[in-house]
């Protein structure tokens, strides 16, 4: 790992650049790789989405195992055991933000798991490319705003209800795709914000 991380220093910095160039080059080590790949999604929702899904994330099982004495509590819900399942999909709030952003989404039994998420965006054949995008933007989106959730809980003692992670997330996918305004269908997206 030391040299990786060396390998994105250029100079006596790190070069964001660097790690995001190896990121997207870095041979597929499942079908998930594909769908954070797509050029529609923000980079720093992929790099953070990718190490969601391979759970390199510094929750606080992790941090405990690195021999970091925390006392092991979700942030999010106060509840379970922080871990990455935990953390995006068995928590009470974070599971309510799935439930809303996968209905709105037009995905609504796809289960909580990342990487069964990821893997099937799209492979149901009946959505056309804009809607896979919206799905993988949102999907990117989503695990983003619950670690920038997760960390503003813990970092700055501020709280969001689930209803304004949610709108977040809904504002973060229609910004980023105003890139499809030309297209007929991207007013679809528009309209359902408010749903």
């Given at each position: 790992?030391?040299?990786?991380?060396?390998?994105?220093?250029g100079g006596p910095k790190f070069s964001l650049g660097l790690a995001y160039g190896y990121l997207r080059n870095v041979s597929a080590v499942g079908d998930w790789t594909r769908s954070l790949m797509h050029n529609r999604i923000m980079p720093t929702h992929r790099i953070i989405c990718s190490f969601a899904v391979q759970q390199h994330l510094a929750t606080i099982d992790k941090l405990q195992t690195r021999g970091i004495p925390l006392a092991n509590r979700c942030s999010l819900c106060q509840n379970g055991l922080e871990s990455h399942d935990h953390l995006f999909f068995n928590c009470d709030y974070s599971a309510a933000v799935w439930d809303r952003l996968l209905q709105w989404i037009g995905y609504p039994n796809l289960g909580y798991n990342l990487i069964t998420i990821l893997e099937n965006s799209g492979a149901t054949g009946k959505h056309c490319r804009w809607e896979h995008a919206w799905f993988q933007v949102t999907v990117a989106a989503a695990v983003y705003q619950l670690w920038g959730e997760h960390n503003a809980r813990i970092f700055s003692n501020r709280h969001s209800s689930i209803d304004a992670c949610v709108h977040q997330v809904k504002y973060l996918v229609c910004v980023w795709m105003f890139m499809w305004k030309t297209h007929k269908s991207y007013m679809c997206i528009v309209d359902r914000l408010s749903t």
């Open positions: 790992m030391s040299l990786l991380l060396e390998s994105w220093a």
